[in-house]
């Protein structure tokens, strides 16, 4: 069955959908009064919904029983830095099915994609889309917030948490499994992931003083987007 995103704001027991989603719903899969769909808010409630009409710029809808998924815990925010090409769109979705609450791109040293002002807002408004496709093609309902590109040294001192952990080839660095398994079930969770050249030595020292716990993810050196995507199945692991 078909799933949409209806706003918190739109929901009723006569809903209306529009913009974009309703566009999809009505000119490409040609749905039809009559027809089931299911709807989400991307805050963690659903809804079985019957088309009651339908026009070019909208749907109306008579929602059924609502659904509550409570958030997985803990909380978990991906800090990733910017990776060249796409893959960036790639770790979007893939977090998103791995259940992340938000992600936080970053600009480092580093970096070879620089990003500032409207083009960041640009990047953070597709990345978001990608986030929304990837709840609604993996059955998630809770939406993470993709946040707007951030230069580094704005965001490290700014980062709060029960536990940080920055995925690194930094010198003490000790294996993911201890540092989880120390930590006692943490309400939030910051993982770090830096860029394809790792982070400049202020920045590595920066990210320790912040509070950041160094983990290695074994002796193979991981890309970007493994080591992401790795750290992140660890935590959910760990403490689903």
């Known amino acids: 069955m078909a799933r949409f995103f209806l706003s918190p704001e739109a929901w009723g027991e006569h809903a209306v959908l529009t913009g974009d ?6 000119q490409v899969l040609r749905l039809r009064r009559g027809d089931s769909v299911t709807v989400f808010d991307g805050r963690g409630r659903s809804a079985k919904a019957e088309i009651a009409d339908v026009s070019k710029s909208e749907l109306r809808l008579v929602l059924g029983e609502t659904k509550i998924r ?13 990776p060249k090409g796409k893959t960036m769109d790639l770790i979007v979705q893939k977090a ?3 259940g992340v609450n938000s992600i936080q791109p970053l600009i480092t040293r580093h970096t070879v994609v620089q990003v500032d002002g409207e083009d960041a807002s640009k990047k953070a408004a597709k990345w978001q889309r990608v986030a929304l496709e990837a709840c609604k093609q993996c059955g998630q309902d809770l939406l993470p917030e993709v946040a707007p590109p951030t230069d580094f040294a704005t965001w490290i001192g700014q980062a709060n948490a029960d536990l940080k ?13 201890e540092i989880l398994r120390e930590a006692p079930a943490p309400r939030k969770v910051v993982l770090l992931v830096g860029p394809e050249g790792d982070f400049s030595p202020k920045e590595g020292a920066d990210t320790l003083a912040a509070g950041f716990l160094p983990a290695t993810l074994g002796s193979i050196v991981l890309r970007a987007e493994t080591a992401a995507f790795f750290g992140i199945s660890a ?6």
């Open 165 to 177: 952990i920055v995925a690194s080839l930094f010198s003490g660095a000790r294996p993911l499994r």
């Open 70 to 82: 409570p958030a997985l815990s803990p909380e978990i925010c991906l800090a990733q830095a910017v």
């Open 96 to 98: 998103v099915e791995l």
């Open 21 to 26: 989603e309703a566009r999809h719903a009505a």
């Open 235 to 240: 935590l959910r692991y760990e403490y689903s």
